[in-house]
Structures are given as structure tokens and as C-alpha cells.
């Protein structure tokens, strides 16, 4: 058995334990606690924690590898490719930024440069940066799991309160469902938007990535006024009707 390594990141504690698993085929509790350095109990909340993720499925005493399905068709795909190159390209090297969960925010996350402090409540985003890099920093937030579509996210009061505990950032890039002249940004459940709302909060510049079938759509939860948001980042299938009307509003948006 390899020399113990004492893992206290949960991000990285997490993707030491899946490579273990894929490697062997199983993960035995009591050999990961001693792998990885941590307690039994700790071991088996992160084995709950990455089967809700959909990631292994729990058995007695451990977990095995989850049977892969094919992934999920994401809308728009292209278009919110375009929208995260434009978006990353607003993060210099060495900012220190929050990003929501989401799937053109984590299109934003693979695109940033080296060397950015990534605090998030995004699990698909922490998998996918952490690693990439070893100047780039991310923090994940805590919080209850949820899950939309195929992306996993952190919410409740300890997600907001993580935050809250971080005096500032320089940029919040946030997803949303809508985004409405009358109203604002919405989007669908609470627990989602309060989390965008303190990242907002703390925030020195509020990016706003959405694709342009979200433009014109108004749901139950408030997230933010117009005017707290800086830049739009979207795709050309904006009206250019709707494109003056932001701007007229106080917002830079950029089409892609």
C-alpha cells in the first residue's frame, strides 16, 4: 500500500478517490481513509457525496465505478462555446473570481487563463479546473448538493455564507434562466438564485453569459435588477432591438 497522503481539499480529495476507484474498480473505505489520510467517516460522506454527484455507486463497506451513460445533448452548445471564449478573454491572469453552477459557465471555467483564484459552487466546474493548473486555485463553496440537467451544484446557507465570508473578487460570471428589461436576471428556484445574488454581492463587475433563447424569458425568482449587471455576454441571435434597449439601460453587451 502506497504512503498515506493527508487530502484536506475537498475537490482534490474527491478526484484522488475516483481515480482510485476507475483504477481498481472499487474503493474499500478503510483503504481510502488510510490512502488518502483522512477519517472512515469523512471517506464515506465523500462516497454519498460523489454517488449523488451520479460519479460511483455505493456498496457495502465502499463504492464502485458508476456504469457510464452517454452524456446528455447540451442545448446551444456552439453558440455558448463562443459566449465563454468572449467571456474568459475578460479574466486576466491572477484575478481572483467567483463562478455560479452552470453550463455556460463551465464552458467559461475550462477557457480561463493560468494562474486565476476560482471560488464556486460549481462540482462540475471544481472536477473540471482543478488539476488543469498548478497555479490556478478553486475553492468550492459547501453547501447541500443539487442537481440540473447534467450539472451539480452547492446551495443552502452554508454556500452563502462561504461567500459571504470572501471580502471581494474582482468578477462574478454568472448564468441565469432569464433576463427581462422589466424585471431583471430570474431564474427558476431560490436556493439557486441567492447564491448568484451574494456572488453579485461581492463582486466588483458582474458578468452576465447567456445564450440568446434565455433573452425576453421571466421566472419566479428575482436574481438581480439590470443595473447591477456590468457586461451581457451573448450570441447573435439577439434582436438588435433588445441589444439597444440593454445598452440604453447602462449595460455593455458583447454578441458573439
Not at 141 to 170: C, E, H, W
Request: net charge neutral; hydrophobic share 40%; with cysteine.
Amino acid at each position: 500500500m502506497s504512503e498515506a497522503v493527508r487530502l484536506d481539499n475537498v475537490a482534490e480529495r474527491h478526484k484522488a478517490i475516483l481515480a482510485l476507484i476507475m483504477e481498481q474498480g472499487y474503493g474499500d473505505v478503510k483503504e481510502l481513509s488510510v490512502r488518502l489520510g483522512v477519517s472512515q467517516h469523512t471517506i464515506r460522506r465523500d462516497l454519498t457525496e460523489l454517488e449523488t454527484a451520479g460519479l460511483v455507486k455505493r456498496t457495502w463497506g465502499g463504492a464502485v465505478p458508476l456504469e457510464q451513460q452517454p452524456p446528455r445533448e447540451i442545448p446551444f452548445l456552439a453558440e455558448k462555446q463562443r459566449i465563454a471564449e468572449a467571456a474568459a478573454a475578460m479574466v486576466a491572469p491572477g484575478e481572483a473570481i467567483c463562478i455560479d453552477a452552470g453550463s455556460t459557465v463551465l464552458e467559461v471555467a475550462k477557457r480561463l487563463p493560468d494562474g486565476v483564484s476560482i471560488l464556486t459552487n460549481s462540482v462540475n466546474i471544481a472536477y473540471e479546473v482543478q488539476g488543469k493548473s498548478k497555479s490556478t486555485d478553486v475553492t468550492l463553496t459547501g453547501g447541500s448538493v443539487y442537481k440540473r440537467d447534467s450539472m451539480f451544484g452547492l446551495s443552502g446557507p452554508i454556500a452563502v455564507q462561504s461567500i459571504r465570508n470572501t471580502r471581494s473578487v474582482s468578477k462574478a460570471i454568472i448564468g441565469a434562466l432569464g433576463i427581462d428589461l422589466s424585471v431583471g436576471v430570474t431564474d427558476r428556484f431560490h436556493y439557486m438564485a441567492e447564491v448568484k445574488r451574494e456572488m453579485i454581492r461581492i463582486a466588483k463587475r458582474t458578468i452576465l453569459v447567456m445564450d440568446a433563447s434565455k433573452v425576453g424569458k421571466q421566472f419566479l425568482e428575482l436574481v438581480t435588477p439590470l443595473s447591477e449587471i456590468d457586461t451581457l455576454v451573448t450570441d447573435d441571435r439577439i434582436s438588435p432591438e433588445m441589444r439597444y434597449e440593454f445598452e440604453k439601460r447602462g449595460l455593455q453587451v458583447v454578441v458573439v
